[in-house]
């Protein structure tokens, strides 16, 4: 009966809840940390910073930044 006074009367309830919410807090800490690095680590377009110039055109062809015809160019020009 004396369990009921201490706080050991409110079941696993509590406890549940505070393990989800632990688990919250901490995953959260590590996606933003995650994402922190990652933003540092990449330049503006998305790519890393250590790219080659033929890495960027093959990037920017794929998003249809530029046409097959412009890729070929900076292809040759860039081998």
């Known amino acids: ?4 006074h201490d706080g050991y009367g409110m079941g696993w309830g509590w406890g549940v809840f505070g393990v989800v919410w632990m688990v ?3 995953g959260s800490i590590i996606a933003l940390v995650v994402w922190a690095i990652s ?4 330049d503006s377009s998305g790519l890393p910073r250590s790219s080659t110039p033929l890495e ?3 990037a920017r062809y794929a998003r249809g930044d530029i046409t097959r015809e412009e890729f070929e ?3 040759q020009d860039l081998s």
Do not use: D, G, N, P
Request: glycine share 0%; aromatic share 18%.
């Open 39 to 42: 933003r540092m680590t990449r």
């Open 1 to 4: 009966m004396w369990a009921m």
């Open 73 to 75: 160019r900076l292809r």
């Open 56 to 58: 960027i055109a093959k």
């Open 24 to 26: 919250l807090f901490w």
